[in-house]
């Protein structure tokens, strides 16, 4: 019998856990049916707005490669060495709605045991934006969406209203959540920015404002590196640039930081992990640290724009992991999940040798006290 790799996450029954992130694999139609065909469990729409969208006159993402037979990291020097991260200045979807509208009925018809999550964005400083995210909301609900992603972590915004600026202040990310749980028939994720000093503020603004669950997370706040030869920087446009995101590899046990955070501050609130993924090892770092799916961008981007080996080898991974510990009574996600949770700890209560003590430098050890304080004893 082949293990049973369904679960269910914030109510949304899914054939497996693996969702293809809000990005450029879900920017179509065509491309979220291929997911599907591939097996990806769920998707994460591109996110929708209703401003027009105009993105930058050039590439919008690139990837960075260290190459040890050239020495070189760079995104431009050939696809040679191995992939370190993606950099993307890119805005939400172009689309306006009205062009999602049909697309998303049809989606959801042709694959009505799939997850179709609609990721929307829209801004917080009047209440017309305001409006905007529950206009949003209820077309894509209409359409058959299973839930919503509130995206209050695009790292590309000037407006200090939207994107990772509503993300990065809790009122405005409660306010937000709010709003949209007052006419959301089905669950909302917010996902969260890393740019910020301590994300289990912002988690736990959103799960106040009935968040259903918290995704973590967008990319991280970045520039593109220089070119040593030119002296302009590998991404610009007339030879500038702007912050954009990190994503893949590299963010991976940046972001798992952050999530380890979120869950133990919040243990029975539901988190989807992303940042970093490209196979099922990865994935059981999110699952162990407790969170309920994961999402994948960067690796499905560099497998046939959709990740059908990226989805193959998350699942076979998976079925092998729980072949493999059956004795220890995997039967599904729902075994393991969490079960390195509180094994992140403060520095202190990280054993010392030949059992010294150690206070987290709260005490004087090794200097004298009162006035010596910060003076050597010897
Ligand atoms: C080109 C590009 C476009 C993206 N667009 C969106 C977007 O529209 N909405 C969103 O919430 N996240 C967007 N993201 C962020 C991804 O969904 C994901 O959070 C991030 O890339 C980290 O995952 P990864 O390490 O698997 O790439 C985008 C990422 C990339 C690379």
């Not at 450029?24 to 097996?39: D, H, L, Q, V």
């Amino acid at each position: 019998m082949s293990a049973d790799l369904s679960t269910v996450f914030t109510g949304i029954k899914f054939q497996n856990p693996f969702l293809l992130a809000s990005a450029p694999p879900t920017e179509s139609e065509s491309n979220i049916m291929r997911a599907f065909e591939a097996g990806w469990g769920g998707v994460v729409t591109k996110t929708i707005g209703l401003h027009p969208v105009v993105n930058v006159a050039g590439p919008k993402t690139k990837f960075l490669r260290s190459n040890p037979e050239t020495g070189t990291l760079s995104m431009n020097k050939g696809r040679g060495g191995v992939l370190q991260s993606s950099w993307n200045w890119e805005l939400i979807s172009d689309k306006p709605l009205d062009w999602w509208v049909p697309r998303l009925g049809r989606i959801k018809k042709a694959f009505p045991d799939r997850v179709l999550i609609c990721s929307i964005m829209a801004g917080s400083g009047s209440d017309k934006e305001l409006k905007a995210w529950q206009t949003l909301a209820k077309a894509c609900q209409e359409q058959g969406a299973d839930g919503l992603e509130l995206n209050l972590s695009c790292p590309h915004m000037d407006r200090p209203d939207m994107g990772s600026n509503i993300g990065k202040d809790q009122a405005q990310c409660s306010f937000v959540t709010q709003v949209v749980k007052e006419v959301a028939k089905i669950p909302v994720w917010a996902k969260l920015t890393p740019a910020s000093a301590d994300m289990t503020v912002e988690a736990g603004a959103v799960f106040r404002g009935g968040a259903d669950a918290v995704v973590s997370s967008n990319t991280f706040p970045s520039i593109p590196l220089l070119d040593p030869d030119s002296l302009e920087f590998e991404m610009n446009v007339d030879g500038l640039v702007s912050s954009g995101g990190l994503g893949g590899p590299s963010i991976l046990p940046l972001s798992l930081a952050n999530m380890v955070r979120m869950t133990q501050a919040y243990p029975d609130k539901a988190f989807s992990g992303i940042g970093g993924i490209s196979d099922f090892n990865h994935a059981l770092n999110y699952f162990l640290l407790g969170c309920g799916t994961v999402q994948v961008c960067t690796a499905a981007m560099l497998d046939h724009a959709v990740g059908p080996n990226v989805i193959k080898q998350l699942i076979a991974g998976m079925q092998r992991f729980l072949e493999k510990n059956a004795s220890k009574g995997f039967k599904s996600l729902e075994d393991f999940r969490g079960l390195r949770r509180e094994r992140v700890v403060s520095h202190s209560k990280i054993r010392r040798p030949e059992d010294s003590d150690y206070a987290g430098g709260y005490d004087a050890e090794g200097y004298a006290d009162g006035e010596l304080a910060g003076t050597r004893k010897s």
